[in-house]
């Protein structure tokens, strides 16, 4: 069984797969490695590769004050499979992100993550945009919030760019 473990760990390494979750081969102490195991016999393993294309979660943010998307004042590149890209807070934007189209989410205004947030009802209007791949799927939105404390308050910290 060992010899299998590093054979899949270097064929994976080779392919350059992203890493997923797996159950944990004896001697590996719970590390993943990068194929999901299908079915596990004694006498046979067999194995499956993740699709790739799946697993992208990477879009472009924008924004700009007015009405318009154009031209966009803040932008950032948030990539969340792995996390990175040039947003400040990644790992939170993509917490933010992830829990908003997990939960059918396709419109900005309807994140709301800050329900309860009070703002002041004064026209300073901020647009937003999203647009990039999210689990192998193309994403586009664009939402004008009345003022930056609206957008906050449905948005978070996504478009803190």
Same mark, same amino acid.
């Given at each position: 069984?060992?010899?299998?473990?590093?054979?899949?760990?270097? #064929? $994976?390494? *080779?392919?350059? /797969?992203?890493?997923?979750?797996?159950?944990?081969?004896?001697?590996? +102490?719970? =590390?993943?490695?990068?194929?999901?195991?299908?079915?596990t016999t004694p006498q046979k393993v067999t194995v499956t590769q993740p699709d790739r294309a799946s697993m992208v979660r990477a879009?472009?943010?924008?924004?700009?004050?007015?009405?318009?998307?154009?031209?966009?004042?803040?932008?950032?590149?948030?990539?969340?499979?792995?996390?990175?890209?040039?947003?400040?807070? #990644? $790992?939170? *934007?993509?917490? /933010?992100?992830?829990?908003?189209?997990?939960?059918?989410?396709?419109? +900005?205004? =309807?994140?709301?993550?800050?329900?309860?947030?009070?703002?002041?009802?004064?026209?300073?209007?901020?647009?937003?945009?999203?647009?990039?791949?999210?689990?192998?799927?193309?994403?586009?939105?664009?939402?004008?919030?009345?003022?930056?404390?609206?957008?906050?308050?449905?948005?978070?910290?996504?478009?803190?760019?």
């Open positions: 069984m060992k010899q299998l473990h590093s054979l899949l760990v270097g #064929a $994976a390494t *080779a392919a350059s /797969i992203a890493h997923l979750p797996v159950p944990p081969f004896p001697g590996t +102490l719970g =590390r993943t490695v990068p194929f999901d195991v299908v079915k879009v472009l943010l924008t924004a700009a004050a007015g009405e318009r998307s154009q031209p966009a004042q803040r932008y950032a590149f948030l990539n969340c499979e792995p996390v990175g890209g040039s947003h400040p807070s #990644a $790992a939170e *934007a993509c917490r /933010i992100l992830g829990q908003a189209m997990e939960n059918g989410r396709d419109d +900005l205004a =309807r994140f709301d993550v800050n329900p309860g947030a009070i703002c002041p009802m004064i026209w300073q209007p901020v647009t937003v945009t999203m647009s990039g791949i999210w689990n192998g799927k193309y994403v586009s939105m664009q939402h004008t919030f009345g003022n930056d404390c609206q957008r906050r308050a449905a948005t978070g910290g996504l478009f803190d760019t």
